[in-house]
């Protein structure tokens, strides 16, 4: 019995690109004589359209969806809430980067919630140094992290952010099986008192 290997499609290549042709066969050509009808503009302008919703979330949809708008005027509306927001959102992350505290999080959540605020401000063309990232990761921290963050400052070079998660990562699993034992200890030694 043989099998058939299953059809491929485009999401099955990720290095396959799409052919526009196959979805827009109008090749503009100034020197072409006749253009395009009214109708066939229209019908193509409805699939760049329809690409470019096919991108964005709901609540974005629904603030650039208008009636009667071309796929240039609605790409004019995305870059316009996009870019004019730019100085502003940089000023937003940057104040949250530099005051981020752990508050309840684990280390994992809140190395990631620093991570993506720093991403999130190169993606705005704000590099956030690599000593600052530490720096912003350790100063966030609780109390409870004093020890290790004052091994951390001390470090010549200053270690890396990755390498300071792990680091946390590694202390903060210390102390949560410190407090199960703990909790052990405490648990048998009152059974012992109790009998």
Not at 23 to 38: N, T
Not at 49 to 78: C, E, F, P, R
């Amino acid at each position: 019995m043989t099998s058939t290997p299953p059809s491929s499609t485009i999401a099955d290549k990720p290095t396959t690109t799409i052919n526009i042709k196959n979805a827009i066969p109008l090749v503009l050509d100034l020197d072409q004589k006749s253009l395009a009808p009214f109708d066939e503009w229209i019908r193509l302008d409805s699939i760049v359209k329809s690409w470019i919703y096919s991108t964005l979330s709901q609540s974005l949809l629904h603030m650039i969806l208008k009636k009667k708008n071309t796929a240039s005027g609605v790409w004019n509306d995305l870059e316009k809430l996009f870019r004019d927001n730019k100085d502003s959102k940089s000023i937003q992350l940057d104040n949250e980067i530099r005051n981020i505290t752990i508050g309840d999080s684990s280390i994992t959540d809140y190395c990631t919630h620093i991570k993506s605020l720093a991403d999130l401000l190169e993606n705005l063309d704000i590099l956030v140094p690599k000593k600052n990232l530490v720096a912003y990761t350790i100063n966030g921290l609780s109390p409870k992290f004093h020890y290790i963050t004052t091994t951390i400052r001390h470090r010549s070079p200053l270690t890396t952010f990755m390498k300071t998660c792990s680091m946390l990562l590694v202390k903060e699993q210390h102390m949560l099986q410190d407090q199960q034992n703990h909790v052990s200890f405490c648990r048998s030694d009152n059974a012992f008192f109790t009998n």
